[in-house]
């Protein structure tokens, strides 16, 4: 079990920036591998990024590749998702999640989410 609390969310205009973090809790927390998603009204939930529990693999969505960065620091507890250039199209709650094992892309393998945090890009 591990619980997860995004925090970083917030209105920026396009071609702004912003830093989501993600704190968890629990013993096994540097076992998992983490992953952003985000789903916008009407839409269904998105996989934006993805880190292995080291670190060493990451994996990002055709649509955020070049302008977001996915990281981890296990000694802290807390993965986090830059993001630059924001465009409106990325406006969506974004959710944090984690599974054991390898990392992933499909929304069912993760076994543990975060409540989300809202990020708007205005035009």
């Known amino acids: 079990q591990v619980q997860l609390v995004e925090a970083g969310g917030g209105l920026v205009q396009a071609g702004g920036s912003l830093r989501l973090s993600c704190a968890a809790s629990?013993?096994?927390?540097?076992?998992?591998?983490m992953a952003w998603f985000r789903q916008a009204p009407g839409k269904e939930r998105e996989f934006v990024a993805a880190?292995?529990?080291?670190?060493?693999?990451?994996n990002y969505a055709d649509s955020v590749k070049g302008r977001f960065t996915i990281s981890r620091d296990n000694a802290k507890n807390t993965v986090y998702l830059q993001m630059n250039n924001l465009k409106p199209e990325d406006t969506a709650v974004y959710y944090c999640a984690a599974k054991r094992g390898v990392y992933s892309n499909v929304v069912a393998a993760f076994t543990s989410w975060g409540q989300g945090t809202q990020v708007t890009v205005s035009a």
């Open positions: 880190i292995s529990w080291s670190g060493s693999s990451t």
């Open positions: 629990g013993r096994t927390f540097s076992n998992y591998a």
